[in-house]
């Protein structure tokens, strides 16, 4: 879905609203609006939009009184905070408007949001109180947001591939976001290779995934992804790639892991063989590699029965 998302006085593109949209699969249209003169936004946002054609604009606190005074047509509108007492001369709103508001906003009063529902003849559940302050960059808020776009993904089917955001770490698992939906990557889910046992070793709240959906028990509304079933051919136990003591790879550094069970519980680097396929590199220093890097490695021992392998730096 494409969005026109317009920025408030004294904020930049790429804030925190707008990563939320475009993190959950929209295609973002985010320009740099002035904060000294109020047309020229106007303009820039019109010009934006025509270039667009969005299905959706998102206008927060200054940017939402830039929305209610460009001409966007039959396009549906979400209004975050408006500011549309202090700029412009639009007073009122199209059908199908929401607005999301805070009634401890200490900057835009929600008794604007609530005149300017009554002005435009909108239904009382047009305004949606949320969140604890003007910004609405908390969870709830952002959902809402997102809601209100009219954006939730398709429902989800077994063997689609989505893009997902690790919302919190546990020792068996990974707890991730697609759009509302929640995706619990296990822990034998995320590697051919047992190279950790915890996935508080594998990643951080925050990043970013690639995973196949592999059940959805819609009843009780759980849905399991896995890394290893989208990527098949990096199994090196019964597939096509097969490994050998004295093998020498190139590996991609995923991140510096500081206790790490394979090393004893000393540092280690988590490496990638190939996508799905982790190992960890022992006996290295913090701060030598990043995410990233490559680096040679040459494997020195495997154990086909419990299906590890361990690697050394290639001098």
């Avoid at 020792?171 to 822990?187: K, P, R």
Wanted: with cysteine.
């Amino acid at each position: 879905m494409k969005i026109l998302f317009l920025h408030g006085w004294q904020s930049v593109p790429g804030g925190v609203k707008p990563t939320f949209l475009a993190r959950h699969g929209h295609e973002v249209a985010n320009p740099k609006l002035p904060d000294e003169d109020f047309n020229e936004a106007v303009r820039i946002a019109q010009a934006k939009f025509d270039r667009h054609q969005p299905q959706a604009v998102v206008g927060s606190s200054r940017g939402g009184a830039v929305a209610m005074n460009m001409d966007s047509g039959g396009v549906k509108l979400v209004l975050l905070c408006p500011a549309w007492k202090r700029h412009g001369t639009a007073r009122t709103v199209k059908p199908g408007t929401v607005i999301l508001h805070s009634r401890a906003d200490d900057v835009v009063p929600f008794a604007d949001s609530e005149e300017l529902v009554k002005n435009s003849g909108l239904p009382a559940s047009a305004l949606v109180e949320v969140g604890t302050d003007h910004r609405l960059a908390d969870p709830e808020p952002l959902r809402k947001m997102l809601e209100a776009c009219g954006s939730a993904p398709e429902a989800l089917n077994p063997g689609d591939v989505v893009r997902v955001v690790v919302r919190k770490t546990a020792v068996f698992g990974l707890f991730c976001e697609y759009g509302t939906d929640e995706i619990l990557v296990l822990i034998p889910e995320i590697s051919w290779i047992p190279s950790f046992a915890s996935c508080e070793q594998v990643a951080a709240v925050g990043d970013e995934l690639e995973v196949k959906i592999v059940h959805i028990d819609r009843e009780r509304n759980k849905i399991a992804g896995s890394l290893r079933a989208l990527h098949p051919e990096s199994d090196p136990w019964h597939g096509a790639w097969r490994l050998g003591i004295g093998d020498v790879l190139e590996a991609t550094v995923v991140r510096w892991v500081e206790k790490a069970d394979r090393c004893g519980d000393a540092g280690g680097y988590l490496l990638a063989l190939r996508p799905a396929a982790l190992v960890m590199l022992c006996g290295q220093e913090a701060g030598r590699f990043k995410s990233g890097d490559r680096v040679a490695v040459r494997v020195t021992a495997i154990d086909a029965r419990q299906g590890k392998v361990t690697v050394a730096q290639v001098p």
